[in-house]
């Protein structure tokens, strides 16, 4: 899709973060937004930023963990716009801990919004950019995380995995019948992020476990936060992001070094049937 003006983009976690800054570059280039965020203020207060910058933007409250909510999410674009033509998938959340020990409601939460949110966009989106039978694009947030593996993540890393997965198949599917819809998946590195902030919005009804006491994963966490805090900025990866689109691009990695270097000695373990090696991007 190299023209993108007067086209219509779907946003899911699109109140901060990735999100947002993907749904300001997306209006930059005069498409018209459909913001999606479970956080109702926060919401707001990003699509009153988006329209003060002159970009046209209807936000709907969603929890893309409920497949019915993002059905309503595509019923309200279409019935604002008339179409839609990039969907990005991109709420995600975070927690971490021994995978023995990390309460049931991490692995719940985790999977229900990165790995079924993803889903339930393709499963109600995909169809829709079908019928247009025209230029269309679905990105689908993944991580570095799906391409490596690292302790106390398991939760974060089998959902990023599983989403990266999905967009393989979906990318194959798609040209196998000659859609005219493209498929990027986003691996970004840490992110300048309130990822670890995401516990603002876990559903009471999976706030009952208990916080694994490791040790080594307080520390690992400490590391965690301040490579978020020290992270490349939002703005950065909406570029990329939005180049991608208009290249027909796949695979959005991040050009860091040490993440490569991480994702290369996983690529190698599993080309050689040797055990996994330990290698973090630092």
């Known amino acids: 899709m190299k023209n993108l003006a007067k086209r219509v983009a779907v946003v899911t976690g699109g109140a901060s973060g990735i999100g947002f800054a993907i749904a300001k570059a997306l ?22 930023e988006l329209a003060r910058l002159g970009i046209e933007v209807l936000p709907v409250e969603t929890d893309v963990t409920r497949p ?30 021994p995978a023995w020990e990390s309460p049931l409601e ?16 393709v499963r109600t989106f995909v169809p829709i ?4 039978d025209d230029e269309g694009h679905i990105v ?21 995995h599983a989403v990266l997965a999905l967009s393989e198949v979906l990318y194959h599917e798609l040209r196998a019948r000659d859609a005219k819809i493209g498929v990027s998946a986003l ?18 009804r999976l706030r009952a476990g208990a916080t694994p006491s490791s040790p080594e994963f307080a520390v690992v966490k400490d ?39 991480s994702c290369t000695s996983r690529l ?9 090696t330990l290698v973090p991007p630092v």
């Not at 998938?89 to 927690?95: E, P, S």
């Not at 805090?229 to 959005?252: H, T």
């Not at 190698?268 to 996994?276: Q, W």
């Open 223 to 261: 590391a965690m936060l301040a490579a978020i805090a020290q992270g490349v900025s939002p703005d950065v990866i909406a570029a990329r992001v939005v180049k991608a689109i208009q290249e027909d691009r796949f695979y959005i990695f991040s050009d860091a070094d040490a993440w490569r270097r």
């Open 187 to 204: 691996c970004p590195e840490a992110v300048a992020t309130r990822i670890g902030d995401g516990e603002r919005n876990r559903p009471a």
């Open 140 to 160: 689908n947030t993944a991580s570095m995380a799906a391409v490596t593996t690292l302790p106390y993540a398991a939760a974060y890393h089998m959902s990023k």
């Open 27 to 48: 209006g930059t280039k005069d498409m018209k937004v459909v913001l999606a965020d479970v956080e109702n203020q926060a919401l707001a207060n990003a699509a009153a």
């Open 68 to 97: 019915q909510d993002v059905e309503t999410l595509a019923e309200k674009a279409l019935g604002a716009f008339g179409a839609v033509h990039v969907v990005c998938n991109n709420a995600g959340v975070f927690a971490g801990g």
């Open 106 to 121: 991490d692995y719940q939460w985790i999977l229900g919004v990165n790995m079924w949110g993803v889903i339930h966009g």
């Open 129 to 132: 950019l079908l019928r247009q």
């Open 268 to 276: 190698e373990d599993v080309r050689l049937g040797r055990n996994p």
